[in-house]
């Protein structure tokens, strides 16, 4: 349990009548890098927006470090409406079962072997408190209407960085500041102390910490230029610096590579690997580009139309046929 | 790295020069004072001018540094100039002011200074109280909500059930006000430096990410709710004081004057004077005022030459149209206004004159070479 830093269970994300992210569950383990691919609008940023609380998942729970950092279900008008899968996991009104057992005593039933079927009936009634304990041990609030909604900026509090598939840089601001702003999070100065300079000490040492990152990350030469003056690439550099300075344990990067040519690809896959290291950091991230999502990922989840469809080793899900199917049946879109 | 050393130590000296300059202003308008009679508009202009200045920088830090759209400035101007009022008129003339009332029920008197800062503190509260539920929303309601707020204090402020305190619909008056240009000059000035030390600050930094990107600012760990809230209140706060100096200038106070056509001429500064430029709100301010109240006065007077030819258009109302006229160019053409997003700053000065010398060589030297190329 305590090597899982990122877990999803059960996500749906409904927007009107678009289940944009369909009982999504996944888990990220400490240390690794973990893909999420899929084709266009399968709900790969929806998913990010979901942990990073830009979104409140319709129904679902995230857990960050063993806790729970998120947890929702359909409730008022969505409670009509919702079109996901398990409505009332994450309400009183959950009762667990196991699937296997069930499927079990139906095919006794099947068979004809009433006495089988009944017998085994009976054991699963017996089981329903060990099946509450362990619903409790992944849960918990289980069995409660319990809603965890936190805001972005404390998920990011907790240590879940990330960057945007569309750049967000601070615009009006010089790449230094874009950085040194992921520091005033952390800062313990207050509005007064920080305009009368009392808290001049902190200041001076998250200028520092700035300065040391972007060394770093080289781009200390840069630390006076606009960020937006930036070429296409640097940007996504910075982007990136700027959510190391967060200190996160946790990255989540949203087509890092996009609109990278093949030779910066490269780079970046290095580079990602790098960082990891350096840092101490699980990555989660959403890539188009397949080499380097096939070179660098320990693991992969494959997402189309919301629903996982694949999940595993790059090797494996390099040759899984849904995926195949689901790659291809997009080529065949653009070709149309 | 050692660039970097050198580059601050400039700027530094810079700083001094800025701050050099501005008590130089401070010298030259003691000396007019000496020298000028008291009642000319001049001082009339720099008092009105310092004290929108503030006016203009506290809805700059609002609108233009924090990205929000707030409308009631007017509103927090009148709170901040009734609180100074009520708590400063002497003892013995309240029941002169009061005479409807009994001479109220506040009995006694407050410190200027501190009726000052209560003034300020005051219209911060009610930003507070407004700020809770408004700015917890993601699209911006704030305008609509600030707007509502000030035309609603406006009539409770009047209203006869609260008369002991406000004195209903009639004036207040007799309370402390300033006779020399320097002091609604020197307040401004105390707390636009303390506005530009904010902006200057992390918190300053906040604001501007909010005011670029309210997702990725939240992405970077920064509470939009408690740092739009706290940029209102400060806001509304130099609101509040600005009001008082505003009571104290013009000598009486009553609720009907703050219109919010007092907040939209502030608006109208912070727009001529660049959206996001401190220096910009206070030069511009001071434009305004002096157009408005002085150098465009004589479009009011009928005007007949020696030879007996009236000139036409010169009537009572003709500088409110030309005004505008001069207003609506402004926005049209620049509508970055006079300093865009830059600081009018004695560093920068320098910096641009050296980058067009540079430039002008640059164009000399190229013009040579294509006449030698021509000449060849
Ligand atoms: N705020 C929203 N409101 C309504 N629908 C949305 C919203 N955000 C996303 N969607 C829908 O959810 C679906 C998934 O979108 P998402 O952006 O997550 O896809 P994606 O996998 O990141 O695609 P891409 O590869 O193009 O980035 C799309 O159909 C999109 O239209
Ligand atoms: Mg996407």
Redesign the pocket.
Known sequence: MSDTILRMDNVT?Q??G?V??NDLSLQVNRGEIVALI????????????CITGV?EPTNGMISFNGQPMLRNHPAGKMKKFYAGAHADKFTKAYVPQDEEALAAIAAAREAGDELTAANLQAAYDDAAEQRKEQALLLDPHAFSDKVIAPTPDKITKLGIARTF?NIRLFKSQTVFDNVLIAKHMRAKQNIFTATFRLSYKEEKRMREETEALLEEQNLIHLRNELATSLPYGLQRRLEIARALATDPQLLLL??PAAGMNPQETLELTEFIGQIRKKYNLSIFM?E?HMDLVMEISDRIYV?DF?RLIASGTPDVVQNDQRVIDAYLGVSDDVED | MEQNMLRKKRSLKYTYIDCAIIIGLFVLLAVLENIMMPTHIFFTVVKKGAIYALLAVSMNLLNGFTGLFSLGQAGFMLIGAYTYAIFTIPLEMRESVYMYYDGGIINFTLPVVVAVILAGIMAAAFAFLIGWPVLRLKSDYLAIATLGFAEIIRAIFQWDKLGVITNGANLLRRYPKFTSALVPCAVAALCIAIILLLINSSYGRAFKAIRDDEIAAEAMGINLFRHKQMSFMTSSFFAGIGGALLAMFQTTVQANAFKSAMTYEILLIVVIGGIGSVSGSVLASFLYIAASEWWLRFLDSPMVLDNGFQVPLLRVGFRKVVFSVVIMIIVLFYSRGLMGDKELRTENVVNGFRKSKKKLREWISDRRKKNREVAE
Not at chain 1, 40 to 47: H, I
């Open positions: 994300m927007f009107g678009v944009a992210v899929g084709p266009n609008g399968a709900g790969k940023t929806t998913a990010f927006n979104y598939q949203d087509e959403i188009h997402l919301g």
